[in-house]
């Protein structure tokens, strides 16, 4: 899968942002078991899991402390995956992520520390940098 994020920028606390991630594959292939997640990675620590949704049935897994003020969607249509960021809080400067999954069965079978995990997705892509000045 290949991926584009795109929707970073620089903002004041308390402000909004949506990231966007345009995924496509070969012709043919198909986003049926494909989970997408988004993480980030501040400096000097490590990549940390955001959110994650399923293509197929859309259910979301999200890391607790985001839960509430971050939400991901998608777009079958567009093939695009959604991190809308609300009440964006300095902590949250970093450079976010997306990520693709193909699943080997539905996602109902895997749970939030499964897709928390970055080692156990395939594709990544180019990363896109949010910044929130206080």
């Known amino acids: 899968v290949q991926l584009q994020a795109s929707g970073g920028g620089s903002v004041q606390a308390g402000d909004s942002l949506r990231l966007a991630c345009a995924a496509s594959r070969a012709p043919g292939r198909t986003f049926s078991r494909t989970v997408m997640g988004w993480f980030r990675q501040a400096p000097g620590k490590e990549r940390d899991f955001v959110a994650a949704?399923?293509?197929?049935?859309?259910?979301?897994y999200y890391t607790d402390s985001l839960k509430g003020r971050f939400t991901i969607s998608k777009d079958n249509a567009a093939n695009t995956v959604y991190l809308q960021m609300n009440s964006l809080k300095p902590d949250d400067t970093a450079v976010y992520y997306c990520?693709?999954?193909?699943?080997?069965?539905?996602?109902?079978?895997?749970?939030?520390?499964?897709?928390?995990?970055?080692?156990?997705?395939?594709?990544w892509g180019q990363g896109t940098l949010v910044t929130v000045s206080s």
């Open positions: 949704i399923s293509w197929r049935d859309g259910n979301t």
């Open positions: 990520a693709a999954d193909d699943l080997r069965r539905g996602s109902a079978y895997y749970d939030n520390e499964y897709f928390s995990n970055p080692g156990n997705y395939d594709d």
